[in-house]
């Protein structure tokens, strides 16, 4: 498609998160001020702090329980992400195999677990999220990827990983692109949220538990104060027991785990609603989330009222790992979305698009979440999700509760919870080696994912830069 028709296509978008874009977003709560006590204290407002804060009071109702959250709650990566909730752990079966072999069937074991749990709590709770068990295909878009699809399926069904491999007509008739060459299929490994839904759902049901929730109260500070920890806000002050830190991508209040993760620009389109006669055009009538298998992939997936969210591709590193909200909007990569989308679905010519976001995750160097303690035990954190953390997230916020009851458990005990990744190398390296790192990758997808000396390295190195 023409640049000209891509950009017609989005000649009326709305620059804001499809999923926050509704009139039904509760209002905020008010923010901390003056002194406020409490037993745990949770840091961050997605979903790593709300399942921890839910948890807690599961596990025990007469805990006290406070949750602060700088901006609003689930308006950041959680309220922003393309809703995919994966069973997986570990970013996906061969990175859980690559890194962690013998306790892989452990962590497959666990991540389905954590899956029905959320399930559960959904129905529990009564979570209006929009949660559907479709499951996911990951889909060859060239043809050195059906080789590569096939040798997983090989490896994946030597360790008891169910997965369906599709050939070229079987994964068009699950959903018709003349890009599809092969698919395979994770029937029950993945089901599909409404990420906004998701996280003000736990916000109601922890606060239903009894949590105290503010909102606009920004983390300052974190230091002992006599026998408390105080956390500093803008207005007041926070002095707990126990402390868990959700921030994802923010600045860990633990200064010594910040160079663990960098932020990642991550953006996302969505249509406006298919009519019938389009939805015929393309099947997809099993609703799965897709997405395709190259390094610099693209997610996809239907929503609820008949729009396809399409995102990916482009990842982008802020020069000297520093944020910015002039990040959030990229036209130049909504266009090349757009192109992207309509090469995928040229039966979908015409259709345009409504809305257009993007924002920051928090990625480390193993490309799945690190756990820890700080203060003697005292603090807890889980980081480092790299854009599976919908569901992973909940597994991250037992890991913290155990961690901070000082208890060995099944979770704790894992070499995943007590092994820290390699952190990045300070800048400018880190700038200079993410963006060798992205064109080496680039450049593998054109070479028919031939990868170079510079991946090689870091294939060898541990470091795992497969996406």
């Known amino acids: 498609m023409a640049d000209v028709d891509a950009a017609r296509a989005l000649a009326s978008v709305r620059p804001v998160p499809y999923w926050l874009d509704d009139p039904a977003r509760p209002e ?113 878009t060239a043809p050195y990827q059906v080789d590569e699809l096939r040798q997983a399926h090989a490896t994946a069904r030597r360790h008891g990983v169910d997965l369906e491999f599709l050939d070229r007509d079987q994964v068009r008739a699950e959903v018709d692109s003349p890009t599809f060459h092969a698919g395979l299929y994770d029937r029950r490994g993945v089901a599909l949220v409404h990420p906004a839904k998701l996280a003000w759902g736990l916000r109601h049901a922890a606060d239903r538990a009894g949590v105290r929730i503010y909102e606009h109260t920004p983390a300052l500070s974190l230091v002992r104060y006599g026998a408390a920890l105080a956390v500093r806000t803008p207005y007041g002050r926070a002095l707990a027991h126990h402390v868990a830190l959700g921030t994802g991508v923010f600045p860990s209040l633990l200064r010594r785990t910040r160079r663990h993760t960098v932020p990642v620009y991550d953006y996302a389109l969505t249509t406006e609603p298919l009519t019938a006669e389009q939805r015929a055009a393309i099947g997809w009538r099993g609703r799965q989330g897709l997405g395709d298998s190259a390094n610099r992939f693209h997610y996809f997936r239907l929503t609820a009222d008949g729009r396809v969210l399409w995102g990916g591709y482009d990842a982008v590193y802020p020069r000297g790992g520093r944020m910015s909200a002039a990040y959030d909007q990229r036209p130049e990569t909504y ?102 790192t992205q064109w080496s990758l680039a450049r593998a997808d054109r070479a028919a994912g031939r990868r170079n000396l510079w991946l090689r390295a870091l294939d060898r190195a541990g470091l795992g830069f497969d996406s």
């Open 28 to 140: 905020a709560e008010p923010a901390l001020s003056g002194v406020e006590h409490c037993d745990l204290l949770v840091v961050g407002g997605g979903y790593s702090g709300l399942w921890t804060a839910l948890l807690a009071k599961e596990r025990d109702p007469g805990r006290d329980v406070v949750l602060i959250e700088g901006g609003r709650i689930g308006a950041a990566a959680s309220g922003r992400n393309g809703g995919f909730c994966a069973a997986s752990l570990t970013h996906g079966f061969a990175n859980g195999l690559a890194r962690w072999p013998d306790e892989f069937a452990a962590l497959q074991e666990l991540g389905a677990r954590n899956l029905d749990a959320i399930e559960d709590a959904v129905r529990r709770h009564g979570l209006d999220c929009e949660f559907e068990r479709t499951g996911e295909i990951d889909v060859a």
């Open 335 to 436: 266009l090349r979305l757009a192109r992207h989308f309509f090469a995928c679905f040229p039966q979908l010519e015409g259709v345009r698009f409504s809305h257009a976001w993007g924002g920051a995750i928090d990625t480390c160097t193993r490309f799945s979440a690190f756990f820890g303690t700080g203060f003697g035990g005292r603090v807890a954190y889980a980081a480092g999700y790299t854009g599976l953390g919908v569901g992973a997230t909940r597994f991250g916020a037992e890991v913290m509760l155990d961690l901070l009851a000082g208890r060995t458990t099944e979770r704790t005990a894992l070499a995943m919870v007590r092994r820290r990744p390699l952190p990045f190398p300070p800048e400018p390296l880190a700038t200079a080696a993410i963006g060798l």
